[in-house]
């Protein structure tokens, strides 16, 4: 009779145990539902246009876990997405910039108070089967036939976009490296009228065979199925190790007053995320930017789309980062 009752009260023990583990799932599972549901309104992000691609596809994803969020996504040069939060005070909840120090430079301290490393590139030199030489081009020669008379290129322009400046900051690299004096100033000299305002307007200028070559981010290149030149190194922008040989060159760009001018050394690319000051729906900008820096998430969609996680990074506003986003970040 004893055994039968302890084994009872084991039995009793389970269930009720059983009970409390699917009740709590339960709960668990209301919460998440709830978050989703009571997150809502529109979400204005200003991002740089290398990650339009990738950014719609986190959009989408998004809006599977909080589908009453309308994501408002707008593209554009890094400098310039700045620009229309300092200069025009454009509504805006999210940056994400091309290149860190965008915000760092223009952003921080006054619209935005942190800062968080999330993902990388490298500079290539693009084009399709129909430019003028597309069987010749390699590492060792890019730089002489973008030179030559019947060869037409673009690129960004270096006061709107990070990738603008990345081009001079390139070229630069290429006159070291190749040593051959002279090549930046034929370079940066040559077809100035295909210079455009961020990196991706110059692509359809290539599809309608209006330019032969651009320098862009080898992501651009891999989301746009075209075909790409991949640099040395020592040339490219994409080796934290080469960093302090990458620093040797640097690029003047306008800087938050007029008349004022920021040098931009060289230095592995590297793109930053924050959420402004003022942003007008802190709850969803706080979802998405967790979103966008989660493993599983958001950044196993950038990865996808050949732009590689660099979380979690040191940055010099942790003291500034909310406790939830700590975890993203080195100190």
């Excluded at 006061?159 to 290429?174: E, Q, W």
């Excluded at 001018?261 to 592995?268: C, D, L, R, V």
Aim: aromatic share 10%; hydrophobic share 35%.
């Amino acid at each position: 009779m004893k055994t039968i009752l302890k084994k009872y009260k084991q039995l009793i023990l389970i269930l009720l145990v059983l009970t409390f583990s699917v009740s709590c799932n339960n709960t668990n599972n209301k919460n998440k539902q709830n978050d989703g549901n009571t997150i809502s309104g529109k979400l204005i992000i200003f991002h740089a246009g290398s990650l339009s691609v990738p950014f719609k596809q986190i959009a989408t994803e998004f809006n599977k876990e909080y589908p009453n969020v309308k994501v408002v996504l707008e593209p554009d040069g890094s400098r310039k997405c700045a620009r229309k939060i300092t200069d025009l005070n454009q509504d805006c909840d999210i940056m994400a910039s091309a290149d860190y120090k965008v915000i760092d430079n223009l952003l921080i301290p006054d619209y935005a108070d942190w800062n968080i490393k999330f993902a990388s590139n490298e500079m290539a030199i693009v084009y399709n089967e129909k430019s003028h030489y597309a069987n010749e081009i390699n590492k060792n020669n890019w730089y002489k036939i973008l030179l030559k008379k019947d060869v037409a290129f673009g690129r960004s322009d270096p006061n709107s976009d990070p990738c603008g400046y990345r081009a001079v900051l390139t070229s630069k690299l290429a006159e070291k490296f190749y040593k051959e004096t002279g090549i930046v100033k034929k370079l940066l000299a040559k077809d100035l009228n295909y210079m455009r305002p961020k990196e991706v307007d110059l692509i359809s200028l290539l599809e309608a065979n209006a330019i032969d070559y651009i320098y862009l981010y080898r992501s651009v290149a891999e989301q746009h199925n075209l075909k790409f030149l991949i640099l040395p190194d020592s040339v490219n922008l994409k080796n934290p190790e080469f960093d302090e040989y990458y620093s040797t060159v640097s690029v003047a760009v306008n800087g938050k007053k007029p008349g004022e001018k920021i040098t931009h050394k060289g230095e592995a690319m590297v793109y930053g995320v924050t959420i402004l000051k003022n942003a007008k729906n802190k709850p969803a900008a706080e979802a998405f930017t967790k979103f966008l820096l989660s493993k599983k998430k958001g950044v196993k969609i950038m990865e996808l789309n050949g732009q590689p996680s660099v979380i979690p990074s040191y940055t010099s506003t942790f003291d500034k980062i909310p406790d939830s986003f700590k975890q993203f970040t080195k100190n």
